[in-house]
């Protein structure tokens, strides 16, 4: 118990200085404009680090994060390693000023450490057998492709918003919200779905159908446990479409109603639970999230008729607008970012009470973790990251008022994005993207492509140089003991 209560501390440690070391992808533009002065900045974003709290409720990256190592191979040993590289290479990167990945830190960490452990205790084995390579990969994907959303969303933003006919300028803005609205629902049923399968045990039953003829072949209560998965997952499949179409008319029953309807559908000697169900669905709903982004593109539609239409627009007057919206685009770009890195935390957190035998399953995590993870990274923006600001403020280009508001709104939109699928991207990356992109529609030129290439290495070099700590401190730590 006293080790685990140590990794907690160091997991909350670590949130914290993700916090003040990633402080300025939140307001670094904010600052740069002159918006705000440094010190408002940081309270302003540390405010929205943590409202991100009551915003996501399903905790999806929380969850590919303590799912990154196969379940055999963690131990609390594992995960005191990955957070001491972790922790390390966040300190060097930050006092160098360099705008490195927390995200990719963490995880590579995890995982370094992870194999390191199974290597030391049976040389041989595929990396398949240890880390989930399906996560694994999906994070490396994305430090490409987060950054790249990132610049043609702002690219996208930046241009419509350059527009001079009021009218086309509005049509593009409300049919991208439908767009948006259309894919956030996507990914909320998509969310259900799956929420219904893991109260069916549709893992449990794969898991058994997949040992069953290594293991449990030729014993006869094995071969009734693999009678029964098959008969359950025909089941599943049978009743999935069903499933699929009660969860449409979710909004008109809420998570109660859709529970109860779901488990009409079963027979009832495969009844779900369902309290377990209706939890589910209500954390898997995202339209506190969707109603949010709608009113925050009604205000400024509002915002661009005012100043066309209702007073004379010179050039004081746009540019203090974009600077009144800058405030919303920082605080949608602070959400996001405490909405992702937090849950990184949580995932880590997770796995170490599953590896202590305090919980069953990392998705059954108890609620003092998330306001635990958001409280910490809150404090640790409210400490700032100057080092960092510079280089992401003014270095990569130099950016106006407009330009903040286009950036800040991309990213906001990529990490909301990337959070309903439940992949755990950088949010450095993503701003970066989004300031390169803003630069980029002015002309190439104005991109210092040089700062841009080194930032991408430090990227590249982040999950090898932690798995590699890692492996290094669990080493230390096995000699030690």
Same mark, same amino acid.
């Given at each position: 118990m006293t080790f685990l209560l140590v990794i907690i501390v160091l997991a909350l440690v670590f949130d914290y200085i993700n916090g003040f070391h990633d402080a300025a992808n939140s307001i670094a533009t904010v600052v740069s404009t002159k918006v705000?002065?440094?010190?408002?900045?940081v309270i302003w974003a540390a405010f929205f680090n943590f409202i991100a709290f009551f915003i996501f409720k399903d905790h999806a990256v929380a969850n590919t994060i303590g799912k990154t190592v196969q379940a055999e191979f963690i131990t609390l040993e594992v995960i005191f390693s990955g957070l001491i590289a972790a922790i390390t290479w966040n300190l060097l990167t930050w006092w160098y000023g360099i705008p490195s990945s927390s995200s990719h830190t963490l995880i590579g960490g995890f995982a370094g450490a992870a194999l390191a452990n199974a290597f030391w205790n049976q040389p *041989?084995? =595929?990396?398949?057998?240890?880390?989930?390579? =399906?996560k694994i990969s999906k994070t490396l994907f994305f430090i490409f492709l987060a950054p790249l959303i990132g610049m043609l969303i702002s690219a996208f933003i930046t241009l419509v918003t350059i527009q001079h006919n009021l009218v086309y300028k509005t049509g593009i803005i409300v049919a991208s919200c439908m767009l948006t609205w259309f894919a956030f629902d996507y990914f909320e049923q998509a969310k259900m779905v799956e929420a219904t399968e893991k109260v069916y045990g549709l893992e449990k039953i794969k898991a058994t159908l997949s040992r069953g003829s290594q293991s449990v072949a030729g014993s006869e209560s094995g071969s009734e446990d693999i009678l029964d998965a098959e008969q359950r997952l025909a089941v599943w499949r049978e009743l999935k479409p069903q499933v699929k179409e009660?969860?449409?008319?979710?909004?008109?029953?809420?998570?109660? *109603? %859709?529970?109860?309807q779901v488990m009409q559908l079963f027979p009832e000697s495969l009844q779900l639970d369902g309290q377990k169900l209706s939890k589910a669905y209500s954390k898997a709903d995202n339209s506190v999230m969707v109603?949010?982004?709608m009113v925050v593109a009604f205000l400024f539609v509002l915002a661009f008729w005012y100043v066309e239409k209702f007073t004379t627009p010179t050039a004081y007057r746009v540019g203090d607008m974009f600077k009144k919206l800058q405030l919303l685009s920082s605080a949608a770009f602070s959400v996001g970012h405490g909405g992702n890195d937090a849950q990184k935390v949580m995932g880590i957190i997770a796995a170490a009470m599953y590896a202590n035998g305090d919980i069953e399953d990392i998705k059954n995590m108890p609620d003092w973790v998330p306001l635990a993870?958001?409280?910490?990274?809150? !404090? /640790? #923006? !409210?400490? /700032? *990251?100057?080092?960092?600001?510079?280089?992401? &403020?003014?270095?990569?280009?130099?950016?106006?008022? !407009?330009?903040?508001?286009?950036?800040e709104t991309s990213g906001a939109l990529t990490l909301f994005m990337t959070e309903q699928m439940g992949i755990p991207v950088s949010t450095t990356?993503?701003? #970066? &993207?989004?300031?390169? &992109?803003?630069?980029?529609?002015?002309? %190439?030129s104005a991109v210092r492509w040089g700062v841009t290439i080194q930032l991408l290495w430090a990227?590249?070099? #982040? $999950?090898? $140089?932690?798995? %590699? !700590?890692?492996?290094l401190v669990l080493? %230390?730590?096995?000699s030690l003991s």
């Open positions: 705000l002065t440094p010190l408002q900045a *041989g084995l =595929d990396f398949d057998a240890i880390v989930a390579m =399906d009660a969860i449409r008319g979710y909004d008109e029953v809420g998570s109660e *109603g %859709l529970s109860l109603w949010g982004i993870c958001y409280t910490a990274i809150g !404090l /640790g #923006t !409210l400490s /700032g *990251g100057w080092k960092i600001i510079k280089t992401m &403020g003014t270095k990569i280009t130099k950016v106006t008022p !407009l330009e903040g508001v286009c950036a990356h993503t701003i #970066t &993207g989004s300031i390169i &992109g803003v630069g980029a529609t002015k002309r %190439l990227w590249i070099l #982040t $999950i090898p $140089i932690s798995a %590699l !700590l890692a492996g080493m %230390l730590v096995r």
